[in-house]
């Protein structure tokens, strides 16, 4: 059984920093996309950044320049450092995975519990 479990989220003033934790436990062959998406009250949840494939990174055109994604392979971890926050980035941060179980196994879409980021003074 494969888990996603997140840290790291919080309250925060506008322009302040917080840095999202996600860690995949389990067992799995690979992992090939990763990352974080958020939902806020009354939206859709939105990609916010993820690696797909080998190190290409995608970022919402609302967090370019802000967030940064990063990632441990060794601690199955990816991070989403977060910079000048604002308070339309309140949401509750997913962490998403795709992964397989083997080499020639299918993919399985995995989520966490999410975190919630509160950015309000």
């Known amino acids: 059984q494969v888990q996603l479990v997140e840290s790291g989220g919080g309250l925060v003033q506008p322009g302040g920093s917080l840095r999202l934790s996600c860690a995949a436990s389990?067992?799995?062959?690979?992992?090939?996309?990763m990352g974080w998406y958020r939902q806020a009250p009354g939206k859709e949840r939105e990609l916010v950044a993820r690696?797909?494939?080998?190190?290409?990174?995608n970022y919402a055109d609302s967090v370019k320049g802000r967030f940064t994604i990063s990632r441990d392979n060794a601690k199955n971890t990816v991070y989403l450092q977060m910079n000048s926050l604002r308070p339309e980035d309140t949401a509750v941060y997913y962490c998403?995975?795709?992964?397989?179980?083997?080499?020639?196994?299918?993919?399985?879409?995995?989520w966490g519990k999410g975190t919630l980021v509160t950015v309000s003074s």
């Open positions: 389990g067992s799995f062959f690979s992992i090939d996309a």
């Open positions: 998403n995975s795709v992964l397989r179980t083997s080499s020639s196994g299918p993919y399985f879409n995995y």
């Open positions: 690696f797909i494939g080998g190190d290409i990174t």
